[in-house]
């Protein structure tokens, strides 16, 4: 939303019209005006009507709720003009625009020309369309020597995690599957296997796995995502880049809610982002990508990834969403494109799609809410909404239907009011909120002096402590310090984002997880 409309007092509540689309058809003012233009005119051998002879300002209607008393929409007899006409939602094989980054970590510029790979070199294709068939799928040529950091960066963080999942294999001991040996043959391989990766004796590192790597998932029980992964992470560091790729797919699809499957999609989901976002800017491969690293972070702030990497996960993840989900002409799983028909509204628009507000199709579309033509298309991005607070950090990452799309810097509790730990949900949110005080029980009104909690209030209940939300804040510098009284704190522009995708209502409550 823009300065403009705020200073002009929009609000984004539900069921708050702010213009709509034009119906197609004749008011009685426009027949009243017609009766006297073919009195005054006949005389002169007829009469024109002008399709815009109401001005564009009169077209806007006050802010006001949608009751059945509402005076009918504006009126248009001429057709949507050019500009006007559906957006093109075809995937586009070049950038659209820039993509502005909002995170610290410098991604690449989606303006820049991108290097040339094909799908032979890569095999992505025919991973990921016929994992199944893993055997038909093309060999990839070894990676140069070039490449070779590029392979060391990739793998560095699901190596330091191997002594985690060496430690929880035990826990697959009772499972009670039988393999081709025993149960203790599988985890004596793995540790052979481990063993053998500390010594950067690869060849040894994946004979170890060899008995195992064959058999059916379901002969090596809880085990199987342990042997894929290792076998991947082996086949990589042999550059044997089609099987590595293959054992992680099978541990990613198959047993994305491990350890090893999260890892097996990380290591994947870095491959893919080398080669179809450094190197080639394929945006039909985006969204595998993103997927791959919602399920490698996860909802539970990813405690099994080093902080650095973890970070750099979230911010591919921002930077992957600003295309997918920021850019209205791309077509991504639960994005629904709305075509605008006369005497449509904005807010019942967001409403008929489960929303609690509209401003995420302004954000999404940059369209004036006062304004919808008829025939626009605009893009909806529904869904479940889920925050996860990250205390340790002071971050608020934000998913819908468990897809991880943005994160951005917050403020928590000071030391003498901490923010509790603890699953919430949103109940209440307020644009432009009044506040009070509770020290002193003052009540400001929004842009009142002494106001402190920003544009955006969204209200939280649950946990051991009451008077909790999300909301704005007058202190941009408090962002990332302890520095509230309990609440969690984002710069206005970031709560004003995310306000837009939170719902209250039609058993779609928003959830919000914080954790130490």
């Known amino acids: 939303m823009s300065d403009k409309d705020e200073k002009n007092g929009l609000k984004m509540y539900p069921g708050v019209s702010l213009g709509s689309a034009r119906k197609k058809g004749i ?45 009918a929409p504006a009126e248009t007899v001429s057709e ?146 342990d042997v894929y992964y290792r076998a991947g992470l082996a086949n990589r560091y042999l550059k044997n880049e089609t099987e590595a790729q293959n ?63 973890e970070a750099q996960t979230a911010s591919r993840l921002t930077y992957l969403n600003q295309k997918l989900v920021f850019d209205p002409t791309v ?49 909806v991005m529904p869904g479940r909404l889920f925050v996860l607070v990250d205390k340790r950090n002071f971050t608020l990452s934000w998913y819908l239907d468990g897809k991880f799309i943005k994160r951005y810097k917050c403020a928590v509790g000071a030391v003498d009011s901490e923010t509790p730990a603890g699953h919430y949900e949103i109940f209440k949110m307020d644009a432009e909120p009044n506040w009070t005080d509770p020290k002193t029980g003052k009540v400001y009104k929004y842009g009142e002096e002494g106001h402190a909690i920003g544009s955006r209030w969204l209200a939280m209940r649950g946990g051991s402590k009451t008077g909790l939300g999300i909301h704005g804040t007058i202190v941009p510098e408090s962002i990332g310090t302890k520095a509230s009284n309990g609440c969690i704190r984002l710069l206005n522009k970031d709560v004003e984002e995310l306000y837009g995708f939170a719902s209250i209502a039609n058993n779609n409550e928003s959830e919000v997880l914080v954790i130490e």
């Open 80 to 225: 949507a003009t050019d500009s006007e006409l559906d957006l093109d939602i075809s995937l586009s094989p070049e950038p659209q625009g820039d993509i502005v980054e909002e995170t610290a970590v410098n991604e690449p510029d989606l303006a820049n020309e991108a290097s040339t790979l094909t799908n032979d070199d890569l095999a992505l294709d025919n991973i990921l369309e016929e994992p199944e068939e893993q055997s038909q799928v093309t060999t990839i040529e070894p990676v140069t020597e070039e490449e070779t950091s590029i392979i060391d960066d990739t793998i560095s963080a699901a190596s330091d995690a191997v002594d985690v999942v060496t430690e929880t294999i035990t826990e697959a001991v009772s499972d009670p599957t039988p393999t081709i040996g025993t149960k203790g043959s599988v985890i004596d391989a793995i540790k052979l296997s481990d063993a053998a990766m500390a010594e950067k004796d690869y060849p040894d590192a994946l004979s170890s796995l060899s008995d195992f790597t064959s058999l059916p998932a379901e002969s090596l029980g809880k085990l199987a995502p």
């Open 247 to 309: 054992y992680w797919l099978k541990a990613y699809q198959n047993y994305p809610n491990t350890i090893t499957g999260r890892l097996a999609a990380l290591a994947l989901a870095d491959t893919w982002y080398y080669w179809y976002v450094e190197s080639n800017r394929d945006f039909s491969k985006w969204e595998s990508i993103r997927d791959a690293y919602s399920t490698a972070i996860g909802m539970d702030g990813a405690r099994f990834m080093s902080p650095a990497t």
């Open 331 to 379: 077509k991504v799983a639960g994005a629904i494109f709305h075509k605008v028909e006369p005497g449509e509204y904005i807010s019942t628009i967001a409403s008929e799609y489960g929303l609690g507000t509209w401003s995420s199709i302004v954000d999404i579309n940059k369209v004036n809410p006062k304004n919808l033509k008829v025939g626009m298309t605009l893009k």
């Open 27 to 71: 008011s009685k003012f426009k027949i009243t005006l017609l009766l006297i233009i073919v009195i005054v005119g006949a005389s002169a051998g007829g009469y024109w009507i002008n399709s815009e002879f109401i001005s564009s300002e009169k077209d806007i209607p006050e802010v006001v709720e949608i009751i059945e008393s509402d005076p």
